[in-house]
């Protein structure tokens, strides 16, 4: 009996695929970042660097393909339209007129906006580390107690905390209006010795948690769920704030391409009359991303200056909408109820349906 | 009988306008970038654009006032470098040195290595015409020019330029016309003419110890002093 958990235990470990594990852990556990970042930071001159000219494009693949998605996915997830009518149906012009006003006010609301969406980001790739490692602990046959999915979202959310409290004009310090921190040395101290021991903590509570899941959860928290803990922290905790929002936008968008496109597919296969290949289904909904992400970011900008806006907040202030019409979105299509057709995919011990 | 309801009425207009309108901007952003970009696809989210362009027709006020939003928009630390510096010139250029200053000294906090910023600030922090300009700021040109000169191994005559009116304005006027003539022999030497002249006049000041104050120049041109040309 021991000898066969023996041999069982680099399969639980290993974690149930949705691809492949080198396509899960490279993909969507964020590996690749880790694997691009330690060949890119050491020698920023290397060749590896994303030069000028292909940034942009590496940035309509991913980043802007990506916050794309949940609107694709929105409109394309049966029922979306009976479920959530106000985010299919109202959202759209709600989010054009708040737009508008803040670009008409852009002095004295843009600031904020801009705020919202750099103080919502973290949170929101955290709590995507948070759900995917939840569903790869799930898929894989480990069941976590309420005590350790808390502490697992805990340890998720440190980099959010961890940039809420010591980012500039982010979390605290937008919220701080009156500079009423900054005049004050003890809370200086306070929040530098926080930026110092969060990442500690996170190494610290990680390890305790996979001890203390493997120890009492009957099988161990697979490998991928700890990669997505650390990839997400890796991204805040050592790269500098400026760097931490482009890596964290690409890879996280690459992650997030890679789990949405897995979930479409599995909708459209399960539709009845459908003719296509999941191939199909894939090069669709990605195709989609790619041209709706394009006019996203880099129409709609242009239609704001056509309107009379400067260039300024056109740019800036739609890019902080799509990303707040995004993360809102995304807070809705990922709740999976017991009827929908991908509750399969988190379920106990399911088989990667593709 | 088939029944509405208010709420449903109300989604359903607000769907239809809202994607009305969203197709509506996608189609005529799509051909204003293209337009503005001249090559398909025209890839690439940046306000740059907007900006050169509001800089070649010559819209001052809406410069600086865009400059200023995309300074509290943009929290991007290579682009707040550009954005201060650009703002700090084009507030230069208007007599607006008081105004200028602050943004031309955090453009030089965030990149002191760029002789260019270094030079500026020193320049305009010697010639400004105000004399509410407090001495040591006045006396933290000397110090600026003389950076940005050692770095060019003390072979610009723009930036030599620079630090005889630094000079000048602290009221070293021995120290200011040795150096203005250093200048000038690297200007003649450069066949520089205009600034040559230019540093001349300067000189004639200097030996009648005075300090030079000048008056607004249009953003975009050179520097009177051409220290940007070499950059």
């Known amino acids: 009996m021991a000898k066969s958990a023996l041999r069982n235990l680099p399969a639980s470990l290993l974690g149930q695929s949705f691809v492949h594990p080198i396509f899960d852990y490279m993909l969507i556990g964020g590996g690749l970042s880790l694997v691009v970042g330690a060949c890119v930071l050491p020698n920023p001159g290397a060749a590896l660097t994303f030069s000028a000219a292909s940034l942009p494009y590496i940035i309509l693949l991913s980043n802007s393909a990506h916050f794309a998605a949940s609107t694709v996915r929105l409109y394309t997830k049966p029922g979306a339209f009976h479920s959530l009518p106000f985010v299919t149906m109202a959202l759209p012009l709600v989010s054009l007129v708040l737009l508008t006003t803040c670009m008409r006010f852009a002095g004295t609301l843009g600031p904020h906006l801009t705020s919202l969406y750099l103080t919502w980001s973290p949170y929101h790739y955290a709590a995507q580390a948070y759900g995917l490692a939840v569903m790869y602990c799930y898929r894989s046959g480990c069941l976590l107690s309420a005590g350790n999915k808390k502490l697992l979202w805990w340890m998720s959310m440190l980099p959010f905390f961890y940039v809420f409290a010591t980012g500039s004009n982010v979390g605290l310090h937008w919220i701080d209006m009156a500079g009423w921190l900054d005049d004050r040395p003890s809370i200086d101290a306070f929040l530098k010795t926080f930026q110092f021991a969060l990442p500690l903590v996170g190494i610290a509570g990680t390890v305790y948690l996979w001890r203390n899941i493997s120890l009492h959860q009957g099988r161990p928290m697979p490998l991928i769920s700890v990669l997505l803990l650390i990839t997400n922290a890796v991204w805040w905790f050592i790269l500098r704030p400026g760097n931490a929002f482009v890596w964290a936008t690409i890879f996280h968008g690459i992650q997030y391409l890679a789990i949405v496109v897995f979930f479409h597919v599995k909708d459209q296969m399960g539709r009845p009359n459908q003719r296509h290949s999941a191939t199909y289904h894939v090069l669709w909904f990605y195709g989609a991303c790619v041209v709706l992400g394009y006019a996203l970011f880099n129409c709609f900008p242009q239609a704001y200056v056509l309107a009379g806006f400067g260039p300024v907040e056109s740019v800036l202030l739609v890019v902080a909408a799509i990303n707040i019409h995004h993360f809102f979105v995304d807070a809705y299509i990922w709740r999976l109820k017991r009827a929908d057709a991908n509750r399969a995919i988190v379920d106990t011990g399911a088989t990667a349906p593709l | ?231």
């Open chain 2, 1 to 231: 009988m088939y029944q509405v309801s208010l709420k449903d009425c109300l989604y359903k207009t607000a769907f239809v306008v809202g994607i009305a309108i969203f197709f509506l901007a996608f189609t005529l952003g799509f051909f204003r970038s293209i337009i503005l970009h001249a090559h398909i696809p025209p890839v690439g989210v940046t306000y740059r654009a907007g900006i050169d362009s509001l800089k070649e027709q010559r819209k001052h006020n809406a410069l600086a006032s865009q400059l200023r939003l995309a300074l509290d928009l943009d929290l991007d630390r290579s682009d707040q470098f550009n954005l201060h510096y650009e703002l700090g010139m084009l507030l230069d250029s208007q007599g607006k040195q008081m105004e200028a200053i602050p943004h031309l000294h955090r453009s030089v906090q965030l990149n002191s290595d760029h002789i260019e910023a270094l030079n500026h600030l020193a320049w305009t922090l010697a010639t400004c015409p105000d004399p509410e300009l407090h001495r040591s700021l006045r006396l933290q040109a000397v110090e600026l020019a003389r950076r940005a000169s050692k770095r060019l191994a003390n072979k610009h005559p723009g930036v030599l330029d620079t630090l005889a009116a630094a000079h000048a304005a602290v009221g070293q006027y021995e120290l200011a016309v040795t150096t203005a003539e250093s200048a000038l022999k690297l200007a003649a030497k450069q066949q520089a003419d205009p600034l040559a002249e230019e540093i001349r006049a300067r000189l004639q000041l200097y030996k009648a110890s005075k300090p030079f104050y000048r008056e607004p120049q249009p953003f975009g041109k050179d520097r009177p002093n051409g220290a940007n040309s070499n950059q």
